[in-house]
């Protein structure tokens, strides 16, 4: 515990009492704490919602939750220890009033940090990042936000170009691509984003059933600022949702994106965008079958499968990589011993199979039948 009890008035020092009687406890928990300013009740209660009672703890909990405003506005001005900014994240993690207060205390951890990084919205996101100087000190925190699908791609682009400015290095799936993207942009000097960033990992018809749109009664077109009409964004096929984004947008959308918008950003012409589809951490089973059957793949993409030791425990991977003649010979030929003998004998009849491979195969044929 991050607190000294004996900086606290003393009512709250017999509530944090280890030896304090339930009751008392109890009411504390429940922010009945006569006479304490705002600061030091939200203290109490906030320290009680990591107790080990787990009454005490649930009952702190929703009091931080339906906390009366006039006590959350004066506690958002004091300086709550670091525990307690963690519950208070955890309360209130989209409120903007709480995020702005949490950013500006001294003692806010870390962990509070991630906490609202990954439960932001677009709004909250965008009040995260723009303190850079906690962002630096926090590289974990950008991590969140770029992982977390609500925070915008201008939001999450800005962020990786401070990571890249700065030498850091982060901790995302495809962090080297993106990067590797934001120095080619910053050499580039592109102009102005594009407007396609803020519909991301939405589909049409997901987008529309939430809004209760009518999509065969709206207006499908809209007029621009300069007078030119254009289909609106929601409207678009998802090939010219992508079409439309920077490398670095792409990135990110490969990486936290649907299946759908995978399998389309897997064959992007960017080997950084391939890379970071075959990267994503949501990448499933079944688009990995898909993306190891298919013979136009890049050879980038098939190597970043074969190591992920997840997807490959799946025999039809395993099968899909040592067939598929793009996969790099290496390891193509580590994953021969693991196939069946039945998949070996028509694998090394096969035209379809490297001549390289298919030796391999005849090989492990070989060893198979010498142990019998």
Do not use: C, W
């Not at 932001?120 to 991590?143: F, Q, Y």
């Not at 990110?252 to 897997?266: F, H, I, S, Y």
């Not at 990589?321 to 090394?348: C, G, Q, W, Y």
């Amino acid at each position: 515990m991050d607190i000294d009890l004996s900086l606290l008035p003393v009512p709250a020092q017999r509530a944090l009492a280890p030896d304090a009687p339930v009751p008392l406890r109890t009411m504390a928990a429940r922010g009945v704490l006569p006479g304490l300013k705002p600061g030091d009740i939200v203290t109490v209660v906030g320290v009680l919602a990591a107790d080990p009672d787990p009454t005490i703890s649930e009952t702190a909990r929703a009091t931080l939750a339906k906390l009366p405003a006039p006590v959350l506005a004066g506690a958002l001005t004091a300086d709550l220890p670091g525990i307690v900014t963690e519950q208070l994240a955890d309360a209130h993690p989209r409120n903007p009033d709480v995020v702005l207060g949490l950013l500006g205390m001294p003692r806010t951890t870390a962990a509070a940090l991630e906490r609202l990084a990954m439960a932001a919205d677009e709004r909250t996101g965008e009040i995260i990042a723009t303190n850079e100087e906690l962002m630096l000190k926090n590289p974990s925190v950008i991590e969140k936000l770029y992982m977390n699908k609500a925070v915008r791609m201008s939001t999450a682009d800005r962020l990786v170009e401070l990571a890249v400015r700065n030498g850091l290095e982060l901790g995302i799936p495809a962090f080297k691509e993106a990067a590797a993207a934001i120095k080619n942009e910053l050499i580039a000097e592109p102009s102005e984003e594009l407007t396609y960033d803020d519909v991301l990992f939405k589909q049409t018809e997901e987008v529309a059933k939430a809004a209760e749109i009518a999509v065969e009664a709206e207006d499908t077109h809209e007029v621009d600022d300069e007078g030119q009409e254009k289909v609106r964004e929601k409207f678009l096929p998802l090939h010219a949702q992508i079409a439309g984004l920077t490398v670095t947008q792409k990135i990110r959308r490969a990486m936290l994106g649907t299946a759908a918008e995978r399998l389309l950003l897997v064959r992007d012409s960017n080997r950084l965008v391939q890379a970071a589809a075959a990267k994503s951490p949501q990448l499933s089973e079944n688009e990995a079958v898909r993306m190891t059957a298919s013979r136009a793949m890049s050879d980038e993409v098939l190597r970043i499968i074969a190591m992920n030791k997840d997807l490959v425990r799946s025999y039809q991977v395993k099968m899909n990589l040592v067939t598929n003649p793009r996969t790099p010979f290496s390891f193509a030929t580590r994953l021969v011993p693991h196939l069946r003998e039945s998949d070996l004998k028509i694998m090394s009849k096969s035209k379809n199979v490297s001549g390289a491979v298919a030796q391999i195969v005849l090989q492990q044929l070989s060893r198979k039948d010498k142990r019998r």
